[in-house]
């Protein structure tokens, strides 16, 4: 008796993932250092000056971690209550903070104690930042007002009351100490001037705003809020150039690699998502266990540090070109391939015995099934959900086994209204697929040659054969517009394979 053969499964070339210079820079990153804080992380600031210390804002504290540091060089506490928004002087010695009582406090980074502490806000200060000048902070509040405060005298400058909503983001131009920009939550970015007594600029973002960003030259303003992140153009008065929406939840935070050609967003998805800031696609993508609420870039990208909201700090350090050569050294050393076929290619003498171990033959459960004559079971095995979903290749061969049998007509027949539904939707979604059309047609002329009769009984299955109609015509509607572009491509070489023998003939006289 002959022994049973498997259902042969059809291999198809699969599109491997382009590995691009993006890919190469942004995966060449240690496994990251993961460091539990004592809340949600709400901000993550890098010094300006070596050793690029970071100043991470969670809960009632700021911790700050040395460059390779798991341990926090230096903690600061004096927060009655949650605090907001650690930021670094740009020569790295003063550091500011909002704080859930509204009280800003600044507070120099050698010591613990806080040297100003700013009054004059009444609810959670949640934005602050230095002017390029050193001498001055800006100051965001839920109380809907922006202020600018004098550090020497510990006395406020101006108050703006313009946003109708919390204020919730804010940036300070490192160009000019009058301007700074605000986000909030009434959908609106506000530029201001500190010489002028209102706003000298408005855009409208559409969703609450809930992190800003300047490029380096100052001309070009980012701004994250929802699922959309906005670029516009502040020396063409706010006009808008560019809208992203890559994520699935609201962006919470941006920043800009050290050359400023990739621009990095952060969402409650839990990815990173990775822009070339010369046409704005996604170049590459992180993920996190997490919805990320904080995200900063090391100078140089030498590390990739993120918060996230089950209070969780993750830091991803880049591999010295040492440590890349070796993995990539131990990637070509594998042992694994010559173990396997040690002795495959030794040729037997003429004097040599065979001494063969026979192999057991493992069966797929539809096999079983095609072996033991249960067609209609295999049929239903290779349409399970995973298999038609994942392996639409496994339920094709089998489809393609039963109809050389002549046995697919008798699969198909007495199904009830859910399974045949079933059947008609994977049919749809793979019929018009080059790799499955030549069985998936027949056998959907076998369906409707089968169940003629009950046609117009079932909503449900009405429903799916109208849609496989549809796909039909629009795809007999594509097939027939390549064949005329196929006809008129044909006419231009004709014509142009003419002129050249016209061109040659003329010359050779």
Same mark, same amino acid.
């Given at each position: 008796?002959?022994?049973?053969?498997?259902?042969?499964?059809?291999?198809?070339?699969?599109?491997?993932?382009?590995?691009?210079?993006?890919?190469?820079?942004?995966?060449?990153?240690?496994?990251?250092?993961?460091?539990?804080?004592?809340?949600?992380?709400?901000?993550?600031?890098?010094?300006?000056?070596?050793?690029?210390?970071?100043?991470?804002?969670?809960?009632?504290?700021?911790?700050?971690?040395?460059?390779?540091?798991?341990?926090?060089?230096?903690?600061?506490?004096?927060?009655?209550?949650?605090?907001?928004?650690?930021?670094?002087?740009?020569?790295?010695?003063?550091?500011?903070?909002?704080?859930?009582?509204?009280?800003?406090?600044?507070?120099?980074?050698?010591?613990?104690?806080?040297?100003?502490?700013?009054?004059?806000?009444?609810?959670?200060?949640?934005?602050?930042?230095?002017?390029?000048?050193?001498?001055?902070?800006?100051?965001?509040?839920?109380?809907?007002?922006?202020?600018?405060?004098?550090?020497?005298?510990?006395?406020?400058?101006?108050?703006?009351?313009?946003?109708?909503?919390?204020?919730?983001?804010?940036?300070?131009?490192?160009?000019?100490?009058?301007?700074? !920009?605000?986000?909030?939550?009434?959908?609106?970015?506000?530029?201001?001037?500190?010489?002028?007594?209102?706003?000298?600029?408005?855009?409208?973002?559409?969703?609450?705003?809930?992190?800003?960003?300047?490029?380096?030259?100052?001309?070009?303003?980012?701004?994250?809020?929802?699922?959309?992140?906005?670029?516009?153009?502040?020396?063409?008065?706010?006009?808008?150039?560019?809208?992203?929406?890559?994520?699935?939840?609201?962006?919470?935070?941006?920043?800009?690699?050290?050359?400023?050609?990739?621009?990095?967003?952060?969402?409650?998805?839990?990815?990173?998502?990775?822009?070339?800031?010369?046409?704005?696609?996604?170049?590459?993508?992180?993920?996190?266990?997490?919805?990320?609420?904080?995200?900063?870039?090391?100078?140089?990208?030498?590390?990739?540090?993120?918060?996230?909201?089950?209070?969780?700090?993750?830091?991803?350090?880049?591999?010295?070109?040492?440590?890349?050569?070796?993995?990539?050294?131990?990637?070509?050393?594998?042992?694994?391939?010559?173990?396997?076929?040690?002795? &495959?290619?030794?040729?037997?003498?003429?004097?040599?015995?065979?001494?063969?171990?026979?192999?057991?033959?493992?069966?797929?459960?539809?096999?079983?099934?095609?072996?033991?004559?249960?067609?209609?079971?295999?049929?239903?095995?290779?349409?399970?959900?995973?298999?038609?979903?994942?392996?639409?290749?496994?339920?094709?061969?089998? !489809?393609?086994?039963?109809?050389?049998?002549?046995?697919? &007509?008798?699969?198909?027949?007495?199904?009830?209204?859910?399974?045949?539904?079933?059947?008609?939707?994977?049919?749809?979604?793979?019929?018009?697929?080059?790799?499955?059309?030549?069985?998936?047609?027949?056998?959907?002329?076998?369906?409707?040659?089968?169940?003629?009769?009950?046609?117009?009984?079932?909503?449900?299955?009405?429903?799916?054969?109208?849609?496989?109609?549809?796909?039909?015509?629009?795809?007999?509607?594509?097939?027939?517009?390549?064949?005329?572009?196929?006809?008129?491509?044909?006419?231009?070489?004709?014509?142009?394979?003419?002129?050249?023998?016209?061109?040659?003939?003329?010359?050779?006289?």
């Amino acid at each position: 008796m002959a022994s049973f053969k498997p259902t042969k499964i059809q291999v198809y070339p699969k599109l491997g993932e382009k590995v691009t210079q993006d890919t190469l820079y942004w995966k060449n990153y240690k496994a990251p250092v993961q460091i539990k804080e004592f809340g949600a992380i709400t901000s993550i600031d890098f010094s300006p000056v070596a050793p690029h210390n970071f100043a991470v804002t969670a809960f009632t504290r700021i911790h700050i971690y040395g460059p390779f540091s798991q341990e926090p060089v230096k903690t600061l506490t004096r927060f009655k209550d949650t605090a907001y928004c650690g930021r670094f002087r740009s020569d790295g010695q003063l550091l500011v903070a909002g704080c859930e009582d509204s009280v800003v406090r600044l507070f120099d980074v050698s010591g613990k104690a806080a040297l100003r502490m700013f009054r004059g806000h009444t609810k959670a200060v949640h934005v602050t930042d230095f002017t390029s000048d050193r001498y001055q902070i800006l100051t965001g509040s839920d109380d809907y007002t922006c202020r600018l405060w004098d550090i020497p005298n510990a006395t406020e400058l101006n108050s703006y009351r313009e946003h109708t909503d919390y204020v919730r983001c804010g940036v300070t131009s490192k160009l000019n100490r009058d301007l700074f !920009i605000t986000g909030s939550y009434d959908h609106t970015l506000k530029l201001f001037d500190a010489r002028a007594d209102k706003s000298v600029m408005t855009m409208d973002h559409g969703q609450p705003v809930e992190s800003l960003l300047l490029y380096p030259s100052e001309g070009l303003l980012v701004s994250a809020g929802g699922r959309h992140v906005k670029v516009w153009d502040l020396l063409k008065g706010g006009q808008p150039l560019v809208s992203m929406k890559n994520h699935h939840k609201t962006v919470t935070c941006l920043c800009l690699s050290s050359n400023g050609q990739r621009l990095l967003s952060a969402s409650l998805d839990r990815h990173v998502k990775v822009y070339n800031t010369t046409n704005y696609k996604v170049v590459h993508n992180f993920d996190y266990a997490a919805s990320i609420l904080s995200l900063a870039l090391a100078p140089n990208d030498e590390s990739i540090v993120a918060g996230m909201t089950n209070s969780i700090l993750s830091i991803k350090h880049r591999k010295s070109p040492e440590e890349s050569a070796e993995v990539s050294g131990q990637q070509r050393r594998t042992p694994s391939y010559r173990v396997f076929v040690k002795g &495959k290619n030794y040729a037997p003498k003429q004097d040599d015995y065979l001494v063969s171990k026979p192999v057991k033959q493992h069966l797929a459960k539809y096999d079983k099934q095609l072996r033991t004559f249960n067609v209609s079971n295999s049929l239903d095995t290779a349409l399970a959900t995973w298999t038609r979903l994942r392996k639409p290749e496994i339920t094709v061969a089998v !489809i393609k086994e039963l109809d050389r049998r002549g046995t697919l &007509k008798n699969a198909l027949a007495g199904r009830d209204e859910q399974w045949l539904a079933r059947l008609l939707n994977f049919l749809i979604g793979n019929l018009v697929d080059p790799r499955f059309a030549a069985v998936l047609a027949p056998a959907a002329e076998m369906i409707l040659d089968v169940y003629r009769r009950v046609v117009g009984q079932s909503p449900l299955v009405d429903r799916q054969l109208l849609r496989l109609q549809e796909l039909l015509e629009r795809e007999i509607d594509y097939q027939q517009d390549l064949l005329e572009v196929l006809g008129m491509l044909d006419t231009l070489f004709m014509v142009e394979f003419a002129l050249e023998q016209t061109e040659d003939g003329e010359h050779r006289r």
